[in-house]
């Protein structure tokens, strides 16, 4: 009877809302173990560093950096795509934590990150092309 009586009752979520219920998303979600759910947290908290890092960063080139010699806006050139990819990292990685959140709820594999790759590549590119600023400015002193 009170097995019958449990499966009646809606099934509530505390997770990420400050505490008050709700009902579950769908009537095929189960509350994850909570392990998973605070690694899933604990990444994107480490993602949302890595974007303030990211914004903070490409802000403090473009405001504090000294001017490259014969090349005056080669800080912005580094800066500001430092502070775009910042943005794109706090937004991506909430998205993937919401997905690997539901994944988790419907006991579905998760999906691989793409963040890693995205921050590879474009922080290699930010880097050859302040390499090549940074000659630029040597070779215009001359």
Do not use: C, K
């Amino acid at each position: 009877m009170q097995a019958a009586r449990a499966r009646e009752e809606p099934r509530t979520d505390t997770s990420h809302d400050g505490g008050s219920t709700r009902p579950a998303d769908s009537a095929g979600d189960t509350e994850p173990d909570a392990r998973f759910t605070f690694a899933n947290e604990r990444t994107f908290l480490a993602w949302s560093r890595t974007a303030l890092a990211l914004v903070v960063g490409g802000l403090a080139i473009v405001q504090l950096l000294p001017p490259f010699p014969g090349v005056p806006w080669g800080r912005h050139i580094i800066g500001t795509p430092l502070i775009l990819l910042g943005s794109a990292v706090a937004v991506i990685s909430y998205l993937e934590w919401n997905r690997n959140q539901r994944a988790l709820r419907r006991g579905e594999p998760v999906s691989r990150s793409r963040l890693p790759l995205l921050l590879a590549l474009t922080i290699a590119i930010i880097g050859l092309v302040a390499a090549a600023l940074a000659v630029l400015s040597g070779v215009r002193r001359f």
